[in-house]
């Protein structure tokens, strides 16, 4: 098949389209009001010297002397001819003309006159404009021609009274003509319009609209420069189109000052200009990337790690996802990114998001000066006040740091990140030093690509290549039996195996549609999300921050994986490993691979479960209860608004459990009822130590919400399958069950509901080390391990 010519693109056809609607003139309406306002614009401000404004006073007309009085001041005045407007002609009539032509009338002869009705006049926006064709008649007579359109002509303005009396000489009024209009200092409407509209006809200012070509010419003229200017950028054609929209409405004044027929479709001409403009910009801004985007798209399928498609990405889009990245590593309420130009010393930010750059309060974006650096110009990570427009914000600074140079900044703002902060320093270190890495390599990288379009092709079939070869991966991965997933730098899962998908399917996790061999597309599914499912909190927005964040931070730090038990009915294990890559003595986090590996129960004793394993991440330790209520407490304050009742704590309240685990599942709990609660009736929190061990007690009038006491039965007996609304609680008694408590729920009339958690008491002499429970032998029928017994 031919190809067409280069020039024949996008851009062309848009300006045929523009050319197109300027023709048709689909605004009519709008292009006569743009004429009647050109005309109007163009008129003259100087006195005209061939005709005369006459009016008539109504004192004049009670005289009974007006025609008489007329008659003799027209005659004196050798005036060229009169048009009498009504209803003049009817109050103040004339004697009948003598019908010759204005050059024979004899001296002192009543001069020729004609009675004009205002429907003669043309009328556009309460505007006189024009003569429609009834004032030919009219106009004859005095040897003028009527027009559509007239510039307007200013005219001496004098009364008929003064005339008569001789205050004004007649002689004023000798070789024009004149318009005779009721009014006594003016005209009355359309009296002053008529007359302005008959000096600039007599002035020869009658005007027609161009002709049918004129205006189609002018948007094919415009569409052509501001193609030419779309090459220099979208400023340039901007500057374009916006001096040709001058252009257009000022040259329209201009024209109908000067020529006869000069009156275009201006609303039509800017419509079809406009077309043209916005064709040639989206056609620019096509072919400025179409090369690009292609290889772009096809590097982003075909590199599972997310590095090879890393160097084809935008810098706004390779920041944003940096800044995504950051929330799933480290818990916070938003982030804010900013890289440093080379050889720059100011920060630029990227994402827009939730305020962005405009909820910065710090203007100067010098990272020579503090809050960036210290006074020796020492870059660290530290929590700030008053760094955002939000000064009850905290925010937490982390330069991006590689190879000693900073790259960029990562600013995590709220309360979470603050104390995430404090509590694991760490955490944000070894986050400001992954990105470090990962902008200084993509850095490298992008410096050493050849420029110039001649690349485009060969970068193309590259991709293609690559894209073959992950096809292929993606269709083995999908083929096997296993749960596997295959994750790049930015957490974004990239390949998944069909009975991982399934898994995800079966927790109601939406799972995004596949491309081609099985490739998900970047950022449409997170590990994030898949780590929360294996926890059990749920892959809703906001639970799995923290869980899977901390998951996230120790998976980076270990070379050989972390293992994480999966929350369910089926025991599972979730191995997560972070592949690493190295070049040029850096070493950054090339992807994630991730399976899952379902653990097989032994059938000795059907009525045994062992303690379920946890990660490293959350051991089994001794801890305060009291420490992690008043936090849980304090946290729900903060995002809740409203303050619960907490009760003095009462005797030693150390006990064993998973502090991590607990901790959330509490906060989650206390700040879910605390937002149902009535107005007055926040819920009572209490901590005491009982003989059977530290004991957490929680009161709340609406704790039921509305549901029978059966749904909180099916609480008790199955916490992992909770009815809706009571979520929080069944995670918050898989927590205290996790940690070999036990939980129940006691109701009282008139006084609501009460939770009460016990839980195992730490002893002084307890050590460090906990070892698995044993399973009892298969022969004993009632025999329990440590845990939450089966329901």
Known sequence: MRRLPAWLDGGVAAVAVGILVTSVGPLPGVDAAGRGWAVQAAGDAAPSERAVLVTVSPETLRGGTC?????????AGEVRGALLLEPLDALCALDAASGAALDKVPAHATPPNASLGVGSLHLRGGAVVGFTPEAEGALGTLGLVPERWVTPHAVPVMALGDLAQGAVPPEVLRGRVALVAMGTSGALLPGDGAAALLG???????????????????VLAAGALMRWASRRGVLAATLAFATLAAALFGG???????VVAGLLPMASAFLGMAVAFVGVLSTRAFKASAAARKAGGLLERAAPSRMESMYTLSDADFWLRVARLAEQAHPSDAALVADLPPAGWHLRFWNDRQGGERMVAEKRRDVRRTPFSDTPGVYKNQALKGFLTREEMPVVAIPLIASGDLEGYVFLCGTAAETTFTREPERAERLGRELGLLARRRRLARSVVVAGGGRDKALVTGAEGVLGDLRLLGAAMRGT?????VADTFGDVRIMSRELLAWLKAREVSVPPEGPGGVLAPGSLSLSEVLAVAKGVGAEKGANTRAASQILTRVMEREEGLDVPVAGPEPAVLHVRAVRQEADGLSWVAGYVAALTRVESGGAAANVRSISGRDSFDPLVPFALGEVVVDAVAACARGSGRALKLDPIRGATHTLGHRAELSQALEA??????????????????VRDTPQGPQLSILDVGFGLGLPESALERVLVAPSAAPSGLETLGRLIVAVEDSHGQAELRTNDGWGITLVMTFLRAQPRLGQETARATPAPASSPNVYALGRKQG
């Open 67 to 75: 025609g008489r009085a007329l008659a003799e001041v027209l005659r």
């Open 252 to 258: 329209q004044v201009l024209l109908a000052g000067r």
């Open 669 to 686: 709990f206390l700040l879910d009822i605390s937002s149902r609660a009535l107005p007055g009736h926040q819920p009572a929190v209490s």
């Open 200 to 218: 600039g006809l007599a002035e020869g200012g009658g005007r027609r609209e161009a002709p049918f070509w004129a205006a189609p010419l002018f």
């Open 481 to 485: 039996p296993a749960e596997v997933l």
